[in-house]
């Protein structure tokens, strides 16, 4: 018997089912690659741990150990040092400060008790050693450096050792160390070493009166050794920066001179 399909009847297109079928075969398949690929991955990773995880466990208890370590030698090294410093200080500090506000013969006597110590106290030099790598002891070494300039002649080489010595984080006075250098090297004799000093010392901590001061002494020292470059460097710098500082007319009075000299 015939058989007769409804108008607008159309046949299941089977290919079309089969086209998703493989689709999500392909799918699955390439999931099943990937979870693969990862699984091996995976098992690289905790055969490479398993391998070593000996030396691992050795790194990460070292590196354990070095912060448990730094912070014990500051809790129980350094703090307990820091105190017992600056306890120290106190004599060394009040000599220091008289022979600051003393002239003659009497600052100098002043300055050596300071560096050498009294009434049972150790010195600034003493301190700078004995407590080298605190603050007080970077402060220690500041003050000898100082006190060894101001008593000057054969005590300069070793003002210059200590203000090159000294290692604080204090801007103001590591600039005022730095041009105390300057100043020794030229009371012995060695003014041409002198200027770089001035000139870190300005640039170290710039502010409207203590670098004008430090470039007008580069200025000076470099045209007695005739350096005019540097000297019009430095002179220009306070003439366009600084117009206003008590240098500032003297600058304007040398640069003349240098710039004449360097033409």
Do not use: C, H
Not at 52 to 71: E, S
Not at 95 to 106: F, I, Q, R, V
Not at 125 to 143: H, P, S
């Amino acid at each position: 018997m015939a058989t007769y399909n409804k108008r607008g009847y159309k046949p299941k297109s089977k290919p079309e089912k089969d086209d998703q079928d493989e689709l999500f075969n392909d799918s699955d398949s390439t999931t099943a690659e990937v979870f693969s690929t990862l699984d091996e991955g995976a098992s690289k990773t905790e055969k490479w741990v398993e391998k070593n995880q000996k030396v691992i466990i050795i790194v990460v208890a070292l590196i354990a150990i070095g912060a448990i370590g730094a912070w014990a030698y500051n809790q129980f090294v350094m703090k307990p040092k820091q105190i017992e410093a600056f306890s120290e200080t106190s004599e060394a500090n009040k000599y220091y400060d008289l022979a600051l506000n003393s002239t003659g013969k009497e600052k100098d006597s002043l300055y050596n008790i300071a560096l050498e110590g009294a009434n049972g106290k150790y010195g600034l030099v003493q301190i700078a050693e004995e407590y080298k790598g605190t603050d007080a002891g970077n402060l220690a070494t500041y003050q000898a450096g100082m006190a060894y300039l101001n008593i000057g002649g054969d005590q300069l080489q070793k003002a210059i050792d200590y203000l090159k010595a000294y290692e604080g984080g204090d801007s103001v006075l590591k600039s005022i160390a730095q041009a105390g250098i300057g100043d020794a090297l030229v009371q012995a004799g060695q003014a041409g070493d002198a200027i770089s000093f001035y000139m870190d010392a300005a640039n170290t901590n710039q502010n409207e009166f203590s670098t004008p001061k430090y470039l007008l002494k580069a200025a000076q020292v470099a045209i007695t050794t005739g350096d005019y470059s540097t000297a019009i460097t430095a002179l220009e710098r306070i003439e366009e920066n600084y117009p206003e500082a008590a240098e500032a007319k003297t600058a304007q009075v040398l640069l003349g001179q240098a710039q004449a000299a360097y033409n």
